[in-house]
């Protein structure tokens, strides 16, 4: 194996366990040691244009941010400009097709999208145009990011809904449901794109786009064309794996002409082979895809894709067979690709590759480096010409502009959850955040407005809901009163902040305190910590509303054993991690996102090497973002952490766990390499689980029940009923446990409301 190999598998090896290496961590703090970051809010030319800073905002799919038919809406254009507003340096659109009549994955019946378009009709120019002047008002420039298609990432329901197949490179599974064949393009077809690729490049120069973005990494279908792994033609011109990208290119040159940007992202490898190794000839979906493009092929074709015509390039690791990598989520390391994207510098450099303006090409790094001091370190030291921000921007629209005036301490963190910006379009819905509930509905929460009446308000409960609850209300003039059992704020989340791979938990906890320190110094906020509160009490103090945030409690099994001395909360575990002195063999159960990160802090943090996890239902972490259940379970499974679905506890006993599990069709729980489908999702090939249940033993010295929460609702009701205001609200995990997106996104619409 060769040098640039040999990185690709230390790198994917370590990414189980880096959190033990504390000069890693430390650079995961939203601290400001090398401000004022005089690399990162430097000039940079790209082509003809000049960007004010080396920030970029990274492209987030803008699914259901446009009209039906593809035109920018109020949302996505404001979406947009909040960012530029925020100081981004250039910022770069979601996917923009231009396959909808080849590829039918990306239009849906009725010729509608979940896409926005810049085909078909010159009315959605006028959309693009307002997003653009807009930008440029506030001294950014944008790129529109154009993608050849999903082909066999895109939905299977093409099929039911059209009759039509998905297509891809050559004869390839699908995504989503295997068993469904992806069909290959025709060569006509492949020219077909090329030329709308053209097309779509000239019409977004017209709509004053700065530059065109393609999208050629992660598995999407300029990928399947132009890596071997999923790209077997034998015959015709794109048997070529390099052919279809370069003449891509070519095209697009020839209509913006030689002084228009174009940028292409690219994985320096799929790293297929390192993450899965052995698997890859045992597991059906996989084995296709040994083949892939190695470093060496990367970057020669890279060398070609800028003979023909690309003037930057961002670069990371993997597709969606591995989708942690491409969207690493809070459990992976802070500046996780640098070493990718130093790779590339340095080629560029050692083989003195320009641009066809005789610059040198750009490299723009990404993946988690959203810390200021990391950011402005990467460049300082030449790893990259560029930083590249997703989610960062998604949880603060104002990041530049905040470490920019060194005020690090206000940037809103990002949690890495990948609640608001993935799953919620996965889900049906349209990009959001976690932490910061205005971002994609930017054109519905406007600047909270002054009251008219002033009111004495009560917030019970200081965890994430009732934070942005009584902070909103201060702000507006409210007289507020947040209070909190516990001797600081964050509710359950400290506890969830305690293993080392929620490190952006801890940060988001940080940023909580300093928001509502500030409040306490601005507003009229009153915290008072240590605090039970009663009805009695709150009848006492004549309030005009009183909100409970008052969070949730663990559930409690119900089998037989289970309340032996040995069987334990998850919550207990984290207050008190001494409980797992002398014990070797420990038994989690409940498989979902507690479960399975407490699992993982056992097994890596506190080094124990016999740990067993027991989820009921058919999958781990189900409604957890594929890439973060992904990495996490990967990586259980080289722990050897043994994970036992479809499995049901029949007892506990002094030294073992009774269970009775199903044993026909159950679902490889490692299984991570195919996604979860929605569970308004049919598939038609999905086999029934069932069969005799076998009863199996397992030694425990410890159980861990992590099943879940009640919502901890008894003092609303309470209130409700002795009248202790006259309007009283239940929020947060209180009202519904679950998601941080959720409660911070009811404190915040409430504390606006009233």
């Given amino acids: 194996m060769n040098k640039y190999q040999d990185t690709i598998k230390e790198l994917i090896d370590n990414l189980g366990d880096w959190f033990l290496n504390e000069e890693i961590l430390k650079w995961g703090k939203m601290t400001k040691n090398l401000y004022p970051y005089e690399k990162l809010f430097s000039p940079i030319r790209i082509n003809s244009i000049t960007v004010k800073n080396r920030i970029v905002m990274g492209p987030m799919g803008n699914i ?48 509608r999208s979940y896409f926005p378009r810049i085909d078909k009709s010159r009315t959605v120019l006028s959309g693009w145009r307002d997003i653009t002047q807009a930008v440029h008002a506030y001294g950014s420039k944008i790129f529109i ?15 039911l809904k059209k009759f039509k197949l998905p297509v891809s490179a050559s004869w390839n599974p699908n995504f989503y449901i295997p068993a469904i064949p992806c069909r290959p393009l025709k060569n006509k077809e492949l020219y077909k794109i090329i030329k709308n690729a053209g097309q779509a490049a000239a019409d977004a120069k017209s709509a004053l786009f700065d530059g ?11 990928e399947q064309l132009t890596n071997p792994a999923f790209n077997r033609r034998r015959i015709g011109k794109f048997s070529d794996w390099q052919a279809f990208g370069i003449e891509l290119v070519k095209e697009i040159r020839k209509r913006v002409g030689p002084l228009y940007p174009i940028m292409y992202r690219i994985d320096l490898s799929l790293a297929l082979n390192e993450t899965y190794k052995e698997k890859m000839s045992e597991v059906r979906s996989l084995c296709k895809f040994k083949n892939e493009r190695t470093v060496e092929q990367t970057l020669e074709y890279m060398k070609n894709l800028v003979k023909a015509g690309i003037d930057i390039f961002d670069v990371d690791l993997g597709c969606y067979d591995n989708w942690w990598l491409p969207h690493p989520p809070g459990s992976m390391p802070p500046g996780c690709f640098l070493v990718i994207s130093k790779i590339v510098k340095d080629y560029f450099k050692e083989n003195n590759i320009k641009t066809n303006v005789g610059l040198d090409v750009p490299v723009v790094a990404v993946g988690k480096l959203g810390y200021p001091d990391l950011a402005e370190k990467a460049l ?55 932490v910061n509930p205005k971002t994609g509905n930017e054109d519905l929460y406007y600047e909270e407005l002054p009251v008219k009446e002033k009111k004495r308000i009560a917030v019970v409960g200081a965890g994430p809901a009732g934070v942005m609850c009584a902070v909103t209300l201060a702000k507006r003039g409210h007289e507020v009163t947040l209070y909190e059992k516990d001797s600081s704020i964050g509710g359950i989340l400290r506890l969830g902040a305690i293993p080392k791979i929620k490190f952006d938990v801890a ?105 067993t996890v027991i989820e009921m239902l058919p999958y781990f972490m189900n409604g957890v973002c594929t890439a973060n259940r992904g990495h996490l379970i990967h990586y259980l499974e080289r722990k050897n952490v043994k994970l036992l679905n479809c499995a049901q506890i029949k007892s506990i006993k002094e030294k073992s766990v009774i269970v009775l599990r199903k044993i026909k069709n159950v679902p490889n729980p490692y299984a991570v390499w195919q996604p979860i489908l929605p569970a308004n999702v049919k598939n038609p090939f999905e086999k029934k689980i069932g069969g005799k249940e076998e009863e199996i033993t397992i030694e425990a010295d410890l159980v861990v029940v992590a099943i879940g929460f009640v919502p901890n609702n008894n003092l609303y009701y309470e209130c409700v009923k002795e009248r202790v205001a006259e309007t009283i609200y239940n929020i947060g995990d209180s009202f519904t446990p679950g998601k941080v997106f959720e409660a911070v996104k009811a404190g915040y619409l409430l504390g606006r409301s009233l």
């Fill in 64 to 111: 259901s941010m446009a009209e039906e038919m593809g035109r920018p809406s109020e949302k996505m254009i404001k979406y947009f400009v909040e960012r530029a507003k925020g100081g981004v340096g250039l910022i770069t659109t979601g996917l923009v097709p231009v396959s909808h009549d080849i590829d039918p994955s990306v239009t849906e019946s009725g010729d």
């Fill in 145 to 159: 990011q154009l993608t050849p298609g999903l082909g066999r990432v895109g939905s299977p329901e093409c099929v």
């Fill in 212 to 222: 065109v973005y393609l999208h050629g990494h992660e598995g999407y279908l300029l």
């Fill in 380 to 434: 300082r030291d030449e790893m990259c010409d560029m930083i590249m921000l997703a989610r960062p921007l998604l949880a603060d629209p104002q990041w530049c502009n905040k470490v920019y005036a060194g005020k690090v301490e206000e940037v809103i963190p990002c949690i890495g959850d990948q609640e608001g910006c993935i799953n919620e379009f996965i889900e049906g819905g349209h990009p959001q955040c976690a």
């Fill in 507 to 611: 940060n988001y906890l940080d940023y909580l305190n300093d928001l509502v320190n500030k409040a306490i110094e601005k507003s009229s906020l009153k915290v008072e910590l240590n605090k039970e509160i009663n009805t009695e009490y709150l009848k006492g103090k004549e309030y005009n509303v009183v909100i409970c945030a008052t969070g949730a409690t663990e559930k409690k099994i119900k089998v037989e054993g289970a309340n032996l001395p040995h069987v334990i909360g998850a919550i207990d575990l984290l207050k008190n991690s001494m409980m797992i002195d002398g014990k070797e063999k420990i038994v989690i159960i409940g498989g979902g996102a507690v479960g399975c990160e407490l699992a993982y802090y056992l097994a890596y943090e506190k080094a124990k090497r016999n740990v």
